[in-house]
C-alpha cells in the first residue's frame, strides 16, 4: 500500500510559477513510476507529466510541454511538479498517481493515488 500526500497548491496570477510535491509513504519509492494529473470542473482527468522509477525517462501532456517539469527525489520519497508560465486553463485539481509498471496518459494505468491539491490561476 502506498499513501501519497500533495502539497504546494494554491492561488498564483497567470504567468506566475507554483511548485507542487507529493510525499511516497512506502520503503520501496524507488520502485515507482510516479505521475501527476489534473482535473478541472466538469472535466475529465488529464494526464500532465510522468517519471520513470530512477528519474532517467520523463513525458509530458501537451498542454504542459515545456511549462511544467517532474522531478523527484528517492532520497526523500518525494516527486514534484514545477509549473511555470502558469494559465487560466491550468486551473485545476492536481493528483499525484504512483504505479510499478504505468508509464502512460490514461488515469486507470495507475493503482495509487493521493487526495490532490488544488492550483487556481486567475487572469
Known amino acids: 500500500q502506498v499513501q501519497l500526500v500533495e502539497s504546494g497548491g494554491g492561488l498564483v496570477q497567470a504567468g506566475g510559477s507554483l511548485r507542487l510535491s507529493c510525499a511516497a509513504s512506502?520503503?520501496?519509492?524507488?520502485?515507482?513510476?510516479m505521475a501527476w494529473f489534473r482535473q478541472a470542473p466538469g472535466k475529465a482527468r488529464e494526464f500532465a507529466a510522468v517519471?520513470?522509477?530512477?528519474?532517467?525517462?520523463?513525458y509530458y501532456g501537451d498542454s504542459v510541454k515545456g511549462r511544467f517539469t517532474i522531478s523527484r527525489d528517492n532520497a526523500k520519497n518525494t516527486v514534484n511538479l514545477q509549473m511555470n508560465s502558469l494559465k487560466p486553463e491550468d486551473t485545476a485539481v492536481y493528483y499525484c498517481?504512483?504505479?510499478?509498471?504505468?508509464?502512460?496518459?490514461?488515469?486507470?494505468?495507475?493503482?495509487?493515488w493521493g487526495q490532490g491539491t488544488q492550483v487556481t490561476v486567475d487572469s
Open positions: 512506502t520503503r520501496t519509492f524507488s520502485d515507482y513510476n
Open positions: 517519471i520513470s522509477w530512477s528519474g532517467g525517462r520523463t
Open positions: 498517481a504512483a504505479d510499478r509498471r504505468a508509464f502512460g496518459s490514461r488515469p486507470a494505468e495507475y493503482e495509487y
